[in-house]
């Protein structure tokens, strides 16, 4: 071990290996990997390590398949097998829901490039006879699942890195680390003190613990995962080549060919944790007692799905440990609020995902980008609330228990909730609110009103609250929509250089005082950071509104382009809180709130300034997302409930209605309005989502303007339309395939009824030439082929007279 590295990797499973490989691939050599024990000595060595390039987060589906790909290239450059095989897989449908489901899948596997399709049930048993047939609809064929080594895989990652310049250093645990002035770390461990410009943290069943050692509580936590490998069975044993791989869907299990037996894998609805804060130091390579019992009844199912499993051996039982994170996904990239720390832990995929956290790792440490959307795995995706022990273990137990369980686009889960309510949220029950949440907090998605026992019933379909929907969306067309805004993040930017260091980092123009702008964030590549507004209430402060759920990561990118001057940044979204009025009576509303002039000539469309709303002094901005005339009306957050009583009081006579998100997407998709992680999102430039326009090219330097303008040079490759979609009882929901023809000429980013103009509608990606010059075209929704056309402006008040009004 050297006494200096430019990266240290702590960890040396699956995960590791690949950072430090990914490392000198980029070029840097001056890196070790420091290992506690032996390579794998975590939750590598006992995985099933099956693979598969199917997820639901199509920009993760895309790195999983750069993660397949990669082995044969490492198994040829390290000249360690990986004993890859990759005899595709089939996931099952037994119910017709899942059917339904597995051909919408099928249709959006198409859109990434992924060459899945769909297999009768004949198909399947005549490929893999152990299944037993019974109640099988048919299945999807993903050609890329499959099993490698884990052994071999990790020191062929391993091997490959070291022959690159990469130290591997083992039987060597790091006990401590101190953050230095300068910004390196210094390590101590077994056999000595090491520094480096980097460290990272791929500790996986201990990522907890190394954690803990700079003050971080990351939110993952081990959970006991079971499965078992039989004796040949003969059907196999008569097989000249090797099985696909099975999943039953609604039997919780998996299977892969084992040599000429199989290995079962379970999923079980009464998952167990195990050391939720990390196994201890010295726990070796050693297996957790098998708990038949509690599997049992997944078991069951499993034997009933494959019965010649019941006449073969048991080989092998094995009950291992790895991590899990609430939402499934791994924790990747810098810690916010550490320099030079990064995450690369909370992995439970490694097979699938450890090739791709390697390369999105090693291209934010070298260039300071991941070259990928990879918003679906960043650490800044969780807050501090998602480390509490209740919290992690309800939502990892869910995760899991639910792995292979249908997600509703409708259904709202219930671990970890109710955590963070608005005050107004007891008023809002009342009124008949039915809530989802964002990040911890609930957020009503719509109003039963004077219906307690209604049920939203999850479907794939429209769902049974469609007609309160529609009731929510005539209200806020005819009189006004109330929404609670308790889901938007808020930050305050005050202090000399304020306006000076905004001007940098937003590409459009900054307001004028009492003005707010839509102002897009750009990577230095011209990659979207954010659809933000600005408003200016001060010469030298200003509010910046975005989603909720981005608090960490928005102020990650803040403080990493935070100039040394007196500019300081506020993160007012639990602090202030409020409510979105739209409506053709918004105005009438508001007026009998304050004494304040808001006629549209004192108070015009994006102007914003402090006024007293009821018993309130809020901060009120002219702006909406339903095409209506709007206010966003922001007080104290104590205060929030006042202003519910205020606004239901003045409102309710006027015709005014609580809504809920779901109306407010239906309204907004009548406009064509896009939002963050649908439509924006770090995948698209500017250019492509339509908000070039908001970009100041004229006002000097900001982030990513070199590249904004080569864009605006070249022109966008695709571009974001609204699709009237020919559907009458189902919407689209994200990634379907736009077709014209047969050419895949773009994909869906969300879709809704548009309960006022009657029509399902669209946004979606199609290519440049299509959006200038419409062809017909198609979308799938749920696997059926629906005639789509682009619209040429919003089917709702095109000309923006509403908003202005
Ligand atoms: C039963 C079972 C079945 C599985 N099946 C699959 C599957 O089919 N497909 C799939 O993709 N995944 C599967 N997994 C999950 C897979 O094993 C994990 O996703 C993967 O191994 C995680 O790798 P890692 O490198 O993040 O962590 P680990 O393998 O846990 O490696 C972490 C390493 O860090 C080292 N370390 C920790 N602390 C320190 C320290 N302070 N100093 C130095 N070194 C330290 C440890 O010794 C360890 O070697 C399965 C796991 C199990 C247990």
Redesign the pocket.
């Known amino acids: 071990m050297k006494s200096h590295y430019r990266v240290v990797v702590?960890?040396?499973?699956?995960?590791?290996t690949s950072i430090l490989y990914h490392l000198t691939r980029r070029g840097w050599s001056e890196v070790a990997l420091?290992?506690?024990?032996e390579?794998?000595?975590?939750?590598?060595w006992?995985?099933?390590?099956?693979?598969h390039a199917l997820n639901d987060d199509p920009n993760i589906a895309a790195l999983q398949s750069y993660t397949i790909n990669l082995y044969k290239e490492i198994e040829k450059e390290s000249g360690q097998s990986v004993g890859m095989h990759m005899p595709g897989g089939y996931s099952l449908a037994t119910t017709q829901a899942r059917w339904e489901w597995l051909k919408a899948e099928c249709a959006i596997y198409q859109t990434l490039g992924i060459g899945a399709r769909l297999a009768t049930a004949e198909e399947i048993v005549a490929d893999c006879p152990i299944v037993d047939p019974t109640g099988l609809l048919g299945g999807l064929f993903d050609p890329h699942e499959g099993?490698v080594d884990?052994h071999g895989t990790t020191h062929a990652f391993a091997l490959a890195a070291r022959k690159r310049g990469a130290d591997v250093i083992l039987r060597?645990?790091?006990?401590a680390l101190h953050a230095l002035s300068n910004g390196q770390w210094r390590l101590e461990t077994e056999q000595g003190t090491v520094t480096a410009e980097h460290v990272v943290n791929?500790?996986?069943?201990?990522a907890r613990?190394?954690g803990r050692m700079v003050g971080l509580d990351l939110p993952l936590t081990p959970m006991q995962?079971?499965?078992l490998i039989t004796e040949d069975l003969p059907s196999l044993v008569a097989r000249p080549d090797e099985m696909p791989c099975v999943t039953d869907l609604e039997g919780f299990t998996y299977l892969q060919q084992e040599r000429k037996g199989v290995l079962l894998?379970v999923y079980e609805r009464n998952p167990k944790h195990w050391q939720t804060e990390g196994a201890e130091w010295d726990f070796g390579m050693d297996l957790l007692p098998e708990d038949i019992e509690r599997i049992s009844p997944e078991l069951a199912i499993g034997f009933e799905r494959f019965p010649s499993l019941l006449e073969a051996g048991i080989r092998k039982w094995?009950?291992?440990?790895?991590?899990f994170t609430p939402d499934g996904n791994p924790l990747v990239g810098p810690i916010p609020g550490l320099r030079n720390h990064w995450a690369?832990?909370g992995?439970?995929?490694?097979?699938?995902?450890?090739g791709a956290i390697g390369l999105v790792l090693a291209n934010w440490i070298v260039d300071g980008d991941p070259g990928a959307d990879i918003f679906g795995m960043d650490v800044a995706r969780y807050g501090a609330f998602a480390s509490n022990d209740r919290y992690l273990r309800e939502t990892t137990a869910q995760f899991y228990a639910r792995r292979f369980v249908i997600a509703y686009p409708n259904e709202e889960l219930p671990a970890g909730r109710p955590l963070k309510m608005t005050p107004s949220y007891d008023a809002q029950r009342a009124a008949g609110a039915r809530f989802g949440v964002v990040w911890g907090m609930e957020s009503p998605q719509f109003y039963a009103p004077g219906e307690p026992e209604f049920a939203d019933e999850p479907s794939l379909r429209r769902s049974n609250a469609h007609r309160f929907i529609a009731a929510e969306v005539a209200a806020t067309r005819q009189a006004a929509g109330l929404l609670d805004t308790g889901v938007y993040g808020r930050y305050e930017v005050s202090g000399p250089g304020a306006e000076r260091w905004l001007d940098r980092l937003l590409a459009n123009r900054l307001p004028a005082l009492g003005r707010m702008r839509l102002a897009p964030m750009l990577a230095p590549n011209g990659k979207l950071m954010g659809d933000l507004t600005v408003t200016r209430l001060g010469p030298e402060r200003f509010w910046l509104v975005g989603s909720y759920y981005l608090q960490e990561w928005h102020l990650r990118w803040f403080h990493d382009h935070m100039p040394d001057t007196g500019v300081r940044i506020e993160n007012l979204s639990e602090s202030w809180l409020g409510f979105s009025l739209s409506g053709p009576r918004a105005r009438d509303i508001l007026a009998g709130l304050t004494r304040t002039d808001v006629s549209n000539a004192a108070l015009p469309f994006m102007g914003a300034c402090t006024m007293d709303v009821g018993l309130s002094r809020a901060v009120v901005a002219r702006v909406s997302l339903t095409g209506e005339l709007g206010y966003e009306i922001t007080v104290r957050a104590s205060e929030q409930r006042a202003l519910w009583e205020a606004l239901m009081a003045a409102g309710t006579p006027l015709g005014m209605r609580p809504i809920g998100m779901r109306a407010q997407d239906s309204l907004r998709l009548e406009k064509g309005y896009g939002v963050w992680s649908l439509e924006f999102a770090q995948s698209y430039t500017a250019a492509m989502a339509g908000l070039e326009r908001y970009i100041a090219f004229d006002k000097g330097e900001f982030i990513g303007r070199d590249a904004a303008l080569a864009e605006r040079a070249s022109g966008p490759k695709q571009r974001l339309v609204l699709l009237s979609v020919e559907s009458d009882d189902a919407d689209v929901t994200g990634f379907e395939p736009v077709l014209a023809g047969d050419r895949r000429v773009g994909f869906v980013t969300s879709g809704a009824y548009g309960h006022h103009v009657r029509q399902s509608l669209a946004l979606a990606y199609v290519d440049e030439e299509l959006a200038r010059e419409p062809e017909p075209l198609s979308v799938d929704v749920l696997g059926i082929s629906r005639e789509a056309r682009i619209l040429a402006e919003p089917p709702y008040d095109p000309r923006g007279l509403n908003v202005r009004a």
Do not use: D, K
């Open positions: 702590i960890g040396g499973g699956i995960v590791g420091i290992e506690r024990a390579l794998t000595a975590g939750s590598t006992h995985a099933a390590a099956g693979f099993a884990p060597n645990r790091v006990t791929a500790a996986g069943l201990w613990r190394v995962h079971h499965y894998g094995v009950n291992g440990a790895f991590t690369a832990c992995c439970m995929s490694g097979f699938s995902q450890g």
